[in-house]
C-alpha cells in the first residue's frame, strides 16, 4: 500500500473559517482554535438539516 503524501499548506475554506485549526492531541482531546458555540453557529446558518426539512413541511400542512 502505497504511504500518502503529505499536503502543503491550508485547504479552501469560508471566509468566517479562516485561521480555524483542529487538532487531536496524544490523549484524544479535540483542540480547536474557535469555539464549539461559534462553529455551531456557522453550521446553524450555512448547512440545511436534511432531516428538519420534512418536519417543517408537515407542520406547516396541518
Same mark, same amino acid.
Given at each position: 500500500?502505497?504511504? &500518502? +503524501?503529505?499536503?502543503?499548506?491550508?485547504?479552501?475554506?469560508? #471566509?468566517?473559517?479562516?485561521? $480555524?485549526?483542529?487538532? +487531536? /492531541?496524544? $490523549?484524544? #482531546?479535540? +483542540?480547536?482554535?474557535?469555539? =464549539? @458555540?461559534?462553529? /455551531? /453557529? $456557522?453550521?446553524?446558518?450555512? =448547512?440545511? @438539516?436534511? &432531516?428538519? #426539512? /420534512?418536519?417543517?413541511?408537515?407542520?406547516?400542512? #396541518?
Amino acid at each position: 500500500m502505497p504511504k &500518502k +503524501i503529505p499536503r502543503k499548506g491550508s485547504p479552501e475554506a469560508h #471566509e468566517e473559517l479562516s485561521g $480555524f485549526d483542529i487538532k +487531536i /492531541n496524544e $490523549f484524544g #482531546e479535540i +483542540i480547536s482554535t474557535l469555539s =464549539v @458555540d461559534q462553529l /455551531n /453557529n $456557522f453550521l446553524d446558518e450555512n =448547512v440545511k @438539516d436534511k &432531516k428538519l #426539512e /420534512n418536519r417543517e413541511s408537515e407542520s406547516e400542512e #396541518e
